[in-house]
């Protein structure tokens, strides 16, 4: 069991393995809590309700969100949301003390727009072009560095590969091939900087080097320049539709 303090009050946290005090009533989901209702959160620990309300925020199409507030952290009532028991430095925000960028880089599900971004960036289209594409921004400079963040995400990456997938089947690429053919030029390349590359690319497959650098660093270039415009022709692709001006 563990306490934490809220304005001078100690507030009880259950772990799993925690007896429940006799006739304490627990909602499965939290999402349907009322304030003071004890939930069982996603880490599958019991927690009190302190807080269940709506904020507003100025841009969206869901202007009004509502929130469940512990005493560990605040949590915004969406399914796609998970509520965990870590004690958070700023239990009043969604980020707790994350910045912006983290939580960019920490979500884990793909927004509307950003599932539109990824199908303009598989139809070959540079980051800049699709975030122009996929979100309500006419400014190059934004989408530039905004769409350099997305492409610093584990999610665009993994979402990137999947959307890849059926354009590597019908033109025949599969792993064998790519590591035969980039053993090959590592082994024959006439010029050395070229076998190097090879090699560092090798090495980087098979996680030789070191992974705390950044991993993803040009998607549209590592991904997309192997194919050239008449292969993506040839490859039946579903209809892409732009991005909801609300971002998500």
């Known amino acids: 069991m563990r306490y934490y303090k809220v304005n001078g009050i100690e507030h009880k946290v259950y772990d799993p393995e925690d007896q429940l005090p006799n006739g304490l009533v627990v909602i499965e989901n939290w ?21 269940k309300g709506n904020m507003t925020r100025k841009y969206g199409r869901n202007k009004v969100r509502e929130y469940v507030g512990t005493c560990t952290g ?29 939580i960019l880089l920490d979500r884990t599900t793909l927004t509307r727009c950003e599932l539109v971004f990824v199908q303009f960036l598989a139809s070959g ?10 979100y309500p921004t006419k400014n190059r400079n934004y989408a530039h560095v905004k769409s350099s963040q997305l492409m610093r995400t584990e999610r665009i990456y993994t979402a990137m590969k999947e959307e890849l997938k059926p354009v590597c089947a019908e033109l025949g690429i599969d792993p064998k091939s790519v590591l035969e053919d980039i053993q090959t030029t590592a082994k024959h390349a ?11 690319k090798l090495a ?45």
């Open 31 to 51: 999402r349907d809590s009322r304030t003071g209702d004890w939930v069982k959160a996603d880490d599958d620990c019991i927690i009190q309700v302190l807080r």
């Open 190 to 200: 006439e010029k050395e900087d070229v076998r190097l590359r090879a090699l560092f």
């Open 204 to 248: 980087d497959i098979l996680d030789l080097e070191d992974k705390n650098q950044t991993r993803i660093t040009q998607v549209s270039g590592a991904l997309f320049q192997g194919f050239t415009p008449e292969q993506l022709e040839q490859v039946e692709r579903p209809e892409i539709t732009e991005g909801t001006k609300d971002g998500k």
């Open 74 to 102: 605040t949590f915004p009532v969406n399914s796609n949301v998970k509520m965990d028991t870590s004690r958070r430095a700023n239990i009043y925000t969604f980020g707790g003390s994350k910045s912006s960028e983290d």
């Open 125 to 134: 289209m540079s980051p800049q072009e699709s975030y122009l594409k996929a």
